[in-house]
């Protein structure tokens, strides 16, 4: 063993895991097989009734790297701050049990903070598999967060979907001490982290490379579990998306581009959280001039009336937001300044 595997780590690795044993093996193969040398596995075995314990007995004796914590069942977000307060390095890389993490994932998102240090976190590409059914949504949404890269799409785009999955990244620790950590509640932990931390302004990046493989598979809590639901996802997304409106949109007139049933439901969220709407833009001549919730629907040529609008391109289509987007840029419209895209 290199003597390097004895230093104070320069990475921490935390993966949560309840009866993982069929991947587990491979997922702590991967970080074992690493180039970067000097990290430790923090595996918080939480309440696990399958041979994962077995396995982490064995696997923590072969190598002094690996600790591990077994616990009564606490759920994800308490497993995952358990893990990250065991952590001795200044960064913390996400991990989980169904995983594969590439040979250079660590050495190579590790050199990038320690030469970025504007960046908080890091992320990078992934790559999907599924042995699921059911699994298109999944695959269009893997495509969308490796389209986003720089760290302004990444803040642009975060209203839109989470722009990172979350076995991908690196951060640095001091961010947890400053904005907190993982936080319960009927919403993905890892979006409403995403969400919190970029509202208080920590700069986060992607490693343009495929770095690990996303394995998705019918028991992953993302699709049995209630707060990783569409409606957990909008209505998480609302309040911050509420916060940014109120504080940036400099008391505009706001407009929600999408007058359908589905988006019309969703931005509900957002109006529980105060955002006053002015009224709804669509290009369905059977929509326009209809009334919904007292507001009526426009075309979007209602938009070009003085004083400018805020818009809210709240469609869910990818393809569809590439049209609005396009028509407001046309039409002197600036991302941030006076539309976001947002579902």
């Known amino acids: 063993m290199s003597e390097n595997v004895t230093q104070q780590p320069r990475v921490s690795v935390v993966l949560p895991v309840r009866n993982g044993a069929s991947s587990l093996s491979a997922a702590i193969d991967s970080i074992r097989a690493q180039t970067e040398l000097r990290w430790e596995l923090i595996v918080i075995n939480d309440g696990s009734t399958d041979d994962t314990g077995q396995i982490l007995a064995d696997l923590a004796n072969a190598d002094p790297r690996i600790r591990v914590a077994t616990t009564t069942p606490l759920g994800i977000v308490q497993a995952l701050n358990l893990g990250v307060d ?46 699921a059914g059911a699994a298109g949504g999944y695959e269009r949404h893997v495509t969308w967060l490796n389209s986003v890269r720089s760290p302004d799409e990444i803040r642009r785009q975060r209203f839109i979907e989470s722009p990172m999955a979350h076995p991908s990244v690196v951060f640095r ?59 957990a996802f ?17 008391g505009r007139p706001v407009w929600i581009w999408g007058a359908g049933r589905v988006t019309r439901r969703r931005a509900e969220w957002l109006l529980k959280e105060g955002v006053a ?67």
């Not at 594969?100 to 908080?120: F, K, N």
């Not at 997304?237 to 400099?250: E, F, G, I, N």
């Not at 629907?297 to 937001?321: D, I, K, N």
Request: glycine share 6%.
């Open 234 to 250: 909008y209505r998480i997304k609302a309040r911050y998306l509420a916060r940014w409106v109120k504080s940036c949109a400099s």
């Open 86 to 131: 065991h952590a001795h390095a200044p960064l913390i890389a996400r991990m989980d049990a169904d995983d594969v993490a590439h040979p250079r994932r660590l050495a190579m998102q590790c050199d990038y903070l320690d030469s970025h240090p504007e960046i908080g976190l890091v992320s990078c590409l992934v790559e999907f598999k599924s042995t």
């Open 173 to 231: 620790k001091s961010i947890l001490n400053e904005h907190g950590g993982y936080h319960e509640g009927d919403f993905p932990e890892d979006y409403e982290l995403w969400l919190r931390w970029l509202e208080a302004g920590v700069v986060m990046g992607k490693i343009p490379q495929t770095l690990i493989t996303w394995n998705d598979g019918p028991g992953r809590l993302s699709r049995t579990c209630p707060r990783y639901s569409v409606d």
């Open 277 to 343: 709407c002015a009224g709804w833009i669509d290009i369905d001549p059977r929509k326009i001039g209809k009334f919904h919730a007292e507001r009526r629907v426009c075309s979007p040529e209602s938009l070009l009336s003085s004083p400018r609008p805020f818009v809210l391109a709240y469609v869910g289509s990818w393809e569809a937001r590439e049209i609005i987007a396009g028509w407001l840029a046309r039409n002197g419209f600036v991302e941030e300044t006076d539309y976001l895209l947002c579902a």
